[in-house]
């Protein structure tokens, strides 16, 4: 099993428009090999807030069949297309991180930085994320639970 880990670092006061964007599930919890999410909040400084998602696997290889999937594509370009928008209406202001989600990066607690696809550096909620992808080594279950397994 692994756990992707999402790490989104926002502006402050902006966490509550990037956290409704995972309130409603989409069509991850439809695929293959998919246990669970769990969308995590706190605030880090008076300058940002941090959001992890958190997805748990049966193996790299189902979560890379969702990565690489046209669903996780069009769920990522209707966010970039929103935010391109609104970005047309607000000047931009500094410059990106770098470009892309970094969901694909493939290898065992590697990842990737980058300011989301689409949003606009300065003026988007979005400073930049990271993506790690854990072996689980060790879970410990409520006795109950673990005798179910």
Known sequence: MIVVENRIEVRAGMADAVLERFRTPKSVHTFKGFVRMD???AAVSEETEEIRVCTTWESEAD?????????????????ASEAAAKSDAQPAHGSAHGQGQGHGSGAHGGGQSSAAAGEAPASGPIVGNKVTIYKVVVSHLPKAAAETV
């Open 39 to 41: 969308v995590l909040h």
């Open 63 to 79: 979560f890379q069949a969702w990565a690489n999937s046209d669903s996780f594509r069009h769920a990522h370009a209707k966010r």
